[in-house]
Structures are given as C-alpha cells and as structure tokens.
C-alpha cells in the first residue's frame, strides 16, 4: 500500500489555489474558475524512482474567503505540508498570509509540518505588488520554502509538488536555503518571451 502525503493549500481568495491543483492533477488551466466555496480533495499518485517509492498525494482546497475559513480549518489536521499561496499582483493576498493564514494553519496542524510560500501568477510580473526579496525574507522568517509559479502559464507548478512528495519520503533532503536561492533569476524575460509568443499567435489566456 503506498503511503498518503496530505498537502493542504491557503490563502485568499483569487490567489489561485484552484487553478494551480487543476493545472497538476489535470493539466488544466480554467480562467474562469470560480473560487471554492468548501474544502475540496485531489489525488495523484507519484513515483519516485530515486526512491522506488509511489505515493499517493492528497490535496486539499481550501476556502478563502472569510464566511468558509470555520470550515476550512476542520480540513487541517494531519497535514504533512502546508502550501501558502499569494497573488504577487495583490499584496492584500501576501498581506493576509503574514496575519491570518500563516499562524491559522500552524497553529491547527502539527508541530511537524512543512511549509511553502508560494507566488503564484508570475505571467502577471508587469503588475508585481510584491516584491521577490520581500517574499523571501517571510519565507525565511517562517522556515518555508520559496517557490513563484503561473498556473496559467505551468510555471513550477510540477516541480512544487514533486518537491512535496520528495520531502515526504525524505525529510533529510529538505534544503530551504536551496528553495530560496534557486528560484528562476531570469523569470520575467522567460514569461516576457512566452507572452510575445502567444500574442503573435492570437492567443489570450
């Protein structure tokens, strides 16, 4: 039987969870998604060859908004990971995972989990409200990883999660430093070019 890795993703509303668990279990990007209303489970089974091991990953969408955050909070238990997730054209969303999110997730899992900062929609870097370096430093603050993603474009969204299920079988390879420092330094010209692409071919989204 394979062993359950249960990742549980936060933050507000329109930050993007949805769209970034879509984007890994079905590699499928809906720009009209609307947000989750109520706690929603995916799974995927991963092997890992390095480790001849298959894992099951259990994730979980959480609420955002504040009507839900009861609700969601009874989802929380047994959490392996906890993946912050912020909008980085929406400060509001960063804001929100530094005095609610953050402490609301540690504080209803256990002492064990690990967590993630995630910076999602990195297609839209002309309208950055957050800084990386700040970001960063959070991340530090808290002991998390780092990672920007689109779930638009599939910007590491794949690598996250493999990044998931290979702390869960391996605590050991857990490299935060790594996390913050390997981010892609060239980001914006790899979306700047990959934006010109699609608009030459008409597309939109």
Do not use: H
Request: hydrophobic content about 35%; glycine content about 6%.
């Amino acid at each position: 039987m394979s062993d359950t890795c249960k990742i549980v993703l936060v933050g507000d509303a329109g930050a993007g969870k949805t769209c970034i668990i879509s984007r890994y279990v079905n590699d499928r990007f809906d720009k009209t998604q609307m947000s989750t209303a109520c706690p929603s489970l995916c799974n995927k089974s991963v092997f890992y060859p390095n480790y001849n091991k298959t894992i099951n990953i259990d994730i979980w969408d959480t609420a955002g908004q504040e009507i839900y955050r009861s609700i969601s909070k009874l989802f929380y238990n047994g959490a392996s990971i906890g993946i912050l997730v912020y909008d980085i054209s929406n400060k509001k969303s960063f804001d929100s995972l530094k005095e609610y999110w953050y402490k609301e997730l540690k504080e209803n899992t256990d002492n064990g989990v690990i967590f993630f900062l995630v910076g999602n929609k990195v297609d839209l870097f002309e309208s950055e409200q957050v800084n990386e370096q700040e970001a960063k430093e959070f991340a530090n603050s808290i002991g998390a990883g780092f990672f920007l993603t689109s779930a638009k474009n599939n910007i590491r969204i794949n690598d996250l999660f493999w990044k998931c299920g290979e702390i869960f079988i391996d605590p050991k390879s857990y490299n935060l430093n790594e996390d913050l420092n390997n981010e892609q330094k060239d980001r914006r010209q790899s979306i700047r070019i990959k934006n010109s692409t699609n608009q030459k071919k008409g597309i939109c989204c």
